[in-house]
């Protein structure tokens, strides 16, 4: 909005500040300028008003707010008219007293439609108003002058007097904009007796509307209710500058005195004379509402429990309070202890609680001389159960090599069916690819590697945590998740191929995070969801409860990203491997005594994994042995140096006591127990 | 040199000390002389060659005839003397310069590093303010990412016509239009629910801060995206008041941008507080002198805050009655992560936290 502070000045005769103070102190209280700007005579102020403050949307508005910053007089608002000629009052009817609470109408005769002229062609230039004819921008000059809308009609296309009443409905109206609208029951018009004339505090109609040849006018100022007016504006898709102070509340008081601003400017710029006395029809009921609130109590003690302390450590007094909402336009009556009976100003619909006059002190006092305290706490920064796990599993990822990534909450209806079985669809969602709340961080996690490897970034190790939803439209259920996706180029290691070194890290991140909490056992089982490849993928079980799965994306998913090369990812369910408590390392005796590796290298069949081989060694149940450890597996696709069908595999052992030294005899008898166990799972040992 | 080895006399502890007493004394008095690269390489191959070196001898003389139970004692011995000869060629005695050192490192090639993970830039940003605020005492709280109507708007004071409620600034579920308003399902516009469902079940005095994403129907360019993340503080108790707000965020901002940054307040308008202000911090750029970060101005605009409005008590007390606006009273803030983190980072555009670009990501290991 476009102020001008030579029109502010006309209000405010004894301010001292120049225009860069002035918009200054407007800003700091909650009227902000954004740009100050020279023009002819003063300053263009580029103005954003918050939408609670219509009564500032205008330069009267601003100037009220200057008096009361710098405590200097604001010049009253009046109107100097002539007296009018005699003649029956002009009809009006308001038929939806609901909707519509009040209404003015003055007949001016015997006018001269022309361009505007001087001051008001002038001001009109500088804020950038385009004029019309000389009766209009009346109305418009008022609008910006004080914030009243108001309507003119030629008089001689109304037919019969004025009636405010609802629409019918599929009734049609032309309006100002050139454009023909069918009107709701819910519309509320102003209408002469056969039709309807104008879209009530939005837009005037084309029929009645000012013309060069008009000789007659009607002037209206009226106040409409604010929701009836924003549902009018809403539907129609037209948002006008009457409809933004009506659907925001307007001055039920200002009406009379708007039509008469109005009235005075047309008889200047166009001639001619008022007909009949000022009609103003009122309806108490709205009057109560608005102009006629009851007042509000205040209490001195109540402002300073909410505001505190001030910079000159005085608090806000009670002079400053009588002061400051007296300059607003609120009276004030004593009612003992400090308190007082407040009646708000009719311009001030947004005022209807103490708190909304304590804010009004503590803005016109200034925020910034408000003292900065510390308030005192006597209760204790309470740890959710679930922090110190999140923080060890994310710091261990990223230790792991793992970057933290976020992705799109949502996700398609293709990928929540092929990585869920199903999602929850949005009713507006940005786009088709995000139609639905993802079920599983998966796609998203895709997307990422996918973004990666078309930039020729082949080597990506990302992880995230987040929500996923399930349910229904009617009921939705979050989970939190965390998932975590490699790609890229793997060297073979002595235990894996290159095609499966990624498999197994993935796997070594799992049980990396299982063992941050205390459980007993961690296991994996080659049951797997459609979007794992087949035999490639693993169930994650913690003490026998399923927390997710884990592996190499399926070919045809993969196929459907045009994915360059494996993608192995891994999902797991925060809330179940969260129910596991932290596992508090427990230090054991480190022995003192020499520990004894013991290899051993056997063929085995593909058929006989490791679960089988480490069990049986483990099962032989020797104290001063430590765990079994696969040191290397080597197959031979040719079947040279091991047959088809088979893998050789180096298994170490080893042996020691936390008490002795081991003898060799012993070792050696633990030996033979472990080629004999190998040999009878069907190993052979190799030469 | 090439002078022969002695005869050792015999392999007691008294013989060996005598024996290799004379040769550490020769190292000695070699290793002085060592005053170039000449006389380094002839002092190298006189005691370490690989044929004819005088260690050589030893080993051969000496240590491959020794009788088992002294191997071990003349082993030892044997190491120090080999540890005297490499330290004095090493520059131990500082009589030598790098240069001259044969097989030394190339010290200006990169160090190489064991790859770690980073920390995405929102979350640390995040959790940088999140520790701030718990450092006043301030507990972490969340809540649902999909709201009711009732969470995000009614008990927030949002009129029943308010343009936010409006599908045109807000993702809402699909088939909610039958129910009751209040129990429409939508993505949360704001962390503000999180601060009603809190005060339903703690009773005051209460101190929260509050991480989340948050979500609005907007178009995106390069600075809005239609989701995105706030940290949300709410403080209530009794005496809680307008100079505690702003007590409470100075600090805060300090501790987060230095001690040096300045805050300022302006009224502002939000449903669920009043007083309503919007908070600047000066320029951390230019530190308020005007830079073009900060349009020239000296201050950027960080985040909303205010008096907890009482109506937002009153509804809370529906559930806790001890919030009771006559006796009690808060303030909330509420700011945009991204925002913070693009400032903190020197980030151009806020697509970049969400695509995972590893090129993004590893910078901020
Ligand atoms: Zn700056």
Redesign the interface.
């Known amino acids: 909005m476009k102020i001008l502070s030579a029109w502010l000045r006309e209000f405010l005769p004894a301010i001292s500040a120049d225009d860069r103070q002035l918009a200054d102190d407007l800003?700091?209280?909650?009227i902000?300028v954004e740009g100050v700007f020279n023009v002819d005579g003063g300053s263009l102020y580029e103005m954003d008003i918050?939408?609670?403050?219509v009564d500032a949307m205008n330069h009267y508005g601003i100037a009220r707010e200057a008096a009361t910053i710098y405590n200097v007089a604001l010049k009253p608002l009046s109107a100097t008219l002539p007296k009018a000629i005699a003649a029956k009052p002009y009809p009006v009817k308001i038929d939806a007293p609901e909707l519509c609470g009040r209404f003015t109408a003055q007949v001016i005769r015997n006018v001269k439609i022309g361009q505007s002229t001087g001051k008001l062609a002038e001001k009109f230039a500088q804020l950038e108003q385009k004029p019309i004819f000389n009766a209009v921008d009346a109305s418009n000059y008022v609008l910006l002058g004080m914030g009243h809308p108001t309507h003119a009609f030629d008089l001689d296309k109304l037919e019969g007097g004025i009636v405010v009443r609802r629409a019918n409905k599929g009734e049609k109206l032309k309006l100002l904009d050139g454009t023909e609208r069918v009107l709701e029951a819910d519309d509320l018009v102003v209408a002469d007796e056969k039709k309807a004339v104008a879209l009530a505090g939005v837009m005037g109609g084309w029929d009645t509307m000012i013309t060069a040849e008009t000789k007659n006018i009607l002037v209206e100022a009226a106040w409409f209710d604010q929701?009836s007016i924003?549902?009018s504006s809403r539907r129609h898709g037209l948002h006008t500058d009457a409809s933004h102070r009506f659907e925001r509340g307007a001055d039920f008081n200002a009406a009379p005195l708007a039509n008469a601003l109005v009235c005075e400017l047309i008889l200047a710029a166009c001639g001619g004379e008022l007909h009949g006395e000022m009609v103003d029809v009122v309806i108490a009921e709205a009057a109560k509402k608005t102009a006629n609130r009851a007042a509000v109590s205040l209490s001195v003690a109540e402002v300073r429990?909410?505001?505190?302390?001030?910079v000159d450590g005085k608090g806000i007094a009670a002079e400053i309070i009588e002061q400051y909402l007296t300059a607003l336009g609120c009276s004030l009556q004593p009612t003992g202890d400090g308190a007082y009976a407040v009646t708000l100003p009719s311009w001030r619909l947004d005022l209807e609680?103490e708190?909304?006059l304590?804010?009004e002190i503590?803005?016109v006092y200034g925020?910034?001389r408000?003292?900065?305290?510390?308030?005192a706490?006597?209760?204790?920064?309470?740890?959710?159960p679930w922090?110190p796990k999140h923080a060890a599993v994310?710091r261990k990822?990223?230790?792991?090599?793992?970057?933290?990534?976020?992705?799109?909450?949502f996700c398609s209806a293709e990928e929540a069916t092929n990585f869920s079985g199903g999602g929850?669809?949005?009713?507006?969602?940005?786009s088709e690819e995000a139609g639905m709340?993802r079920p599983s961080l998966l796609p998203g996690m895709i997307t990422?590697l996918e973004?990666?490897l078309n930039?020729d970034?082949a080597?990506?190790?990302?992880?995230e945590s987040g929500?996923v939803?399930s349910g229904s439209?009617?009921h939705?259920s979050?989970r939190q998740m965390i998932c975590l996706g490699t790609t890229g180029a793997a060297s073979a290691t002595a235990l894996s191929s290159a095609d499966n070194a990624l498999f197994y890290e993935m796997k070594g991140a799992v049980e990396l995070l299982a063992s941050i909490f205390t459980h007993s056992q961690l296991s994996f089982t080659a049951q797997s969801p459609a979007w794992l490849e087949p035999g490639r993928g693993a169930q994650v079980s913690v003490d026998g409860v399923a927390i997710g799965w884990f592996g190499q994306l399926s070919g045809a998913e993969a196929q459907r990203r045009k994915l360059k090369q494996a993608v192995y990812l891994c999902e797991l369910d925060l809330q179940k491997l969260y129910a596991l408590p932290l596992r508090q390392p427990v230090s054991r005796e480190v022995s003192r005594f020499p520990a004894v590796e013991r290899d051993f290298s056997f063929f085995f069949a593909d058929s006989i994994h490791w679960e089988k081989i480490s069990g049986a060694v483990a099962s032989l149940g020797i104290a001063e042995m430590s765990s079994p450890q696969p040191i290397e597996i080597f197959r031979d696709a040719k079947g040279k140096s091991v047959p088809a069908g088979e893998y050789s595999l180096l298994l170490r052992v080893v042996f020691q006591s936390p008490e002795r030294t081991l003898r060799d005899e012993e070792i050696s008898t633990w030996c033979g127990q472990i080629v004999t166990a190998l040999t009878a799972l069907g190993g052979r040992m190799r030469a | 040199m090439n002078e022969s080895i002695p005869q050792l006399q015999s392999y007691d502890d008294a013989a060996l000390e005598q024996a290799f007493s004379a040769l550490a004394a020769e190292v000695r008095d070699g290793a002085a002389k060592l005053s170039s690269a000449e006389a380094q390489e002839q002092f190298r191959l006189d005691w370490l060659g690989r044929k004819q070196g005088r260690l050589k001898l030893v080993s051969d003389a000496w240590l491959k005839t020794a009788p088992p139970e002294a191997r071990k004692p003349l082993g030892i011995r044997f190491n120090q003397l080999k540890q005297q000869i490499e330290e004095a060629l090493s520059g131990g005695n500082g009589s030598t310069s790098a240069t001259a050192t044969s097989g030394a490192l190339d010290l200006t090639l990169p160090g190489t590093r064991?790859?770690?993970?980073?920390?995405?830039p929102?979350?640390r940003t995040t959790n940088q303010i999140v520790s701030v605020f718990?450092a006043?005492?301030?507990?972490?709280a969340?809540g649902?990412?999909?709201e009711t109507d009732y969470y995000n708007f009614e008990s927030l004071n949002f009129p029943p016509?308010h343009p936010a409620r409006d599908?045109q600034d807000t993702?809402?579920?699909?088939?909610?239009e039958s129910k009751p308003l209040r129990e429409r399902?939508l993505?949360r516009t704001h962390t503000s629910p999180v601060q009603i469902r809190t005060m339903e079940q703690q009773a005051p005095?209460?101190?929260i801060v509050i991480p989340g994403?948050v979500?609005r129907?907007e178009a995106e360019d390069a600075t809005h995206l239609?989701?995105f993340q706030q940290v949300e503080g709410l403080?209530v108790?009794t005496?809680?008041?307008?100079?505690?707000l702003?007590?409470?965020l100075?600090?805060a901002m300090k501790a987060l941008f230095g001690s040096s940054v300045k805050t300022?307040?302006?009224?502002?308008?939000f449903p669920f507080t009043?007083?309503?202000?919007d908070m600047q911090i000066s320029c951390i750029f230019c530190g308020g002198k005007g830079c073009r970060k900060c349009k020239h101005s000296g201050w950027i605009e960080l985040l909303g805050c205010g008096?907890v409005?009482?109506t937002v008590f009153g509804f809370v007390a529906e559930k806790q009655p001890a919030y009771d606006p006559k006796k009690i009273?808060g303030f909330a803030f509420g700011m945009g992560v991204e925002r913070i983190a693009m400032m903190q980072y020197g980030v151009s555009s806020v697509g970049n936290?969400?695509?995972?670009?590893?090129?993004f990501?590893?910078q901020f290991a």
């Open positions: 800003t700091l209280r909650g902000a918050t939408t609670n403050r929701a924003r549902r429990r909410h505001l505190g302390a001030t609680r708190i909304d304590i804010e503590a803005r925020y910034n408000f003292a900065n305290t510390f308030p706490f006597a209760g204790a920064v309470q740890e959710l922090e994310r990822l990223q230790a792991l090599g793992f970057n933290e990534a976020v992705s799109s909450t929850v669809p949005m009713g507006n969602p940005l709340l990422m973004y990666n930039r970034i080597d990506v190790a990302l992880y929500t939803f439209t009617a939705v979050e | 064991r790859s770690i993970g980073v920390e995405h929102l979350v718990k006043m005492g301030y507990s972490l969340v649902p990412e999909v016509n599908t993702l809402v579920l699909a088939s909610q399902l993505m005095p209460l101190r994403k979500y129907n239609a989701r403080c108790d005496n809680i008041t307008f100079s505690d702003k007590g409470t100075d600090h300022r307040f302006f009224p502002s308008f009043e007083p309503s202000a008096m409005d009482p009273s936290f969400y695509s995972a670009d590893m090129r990501l590893e």
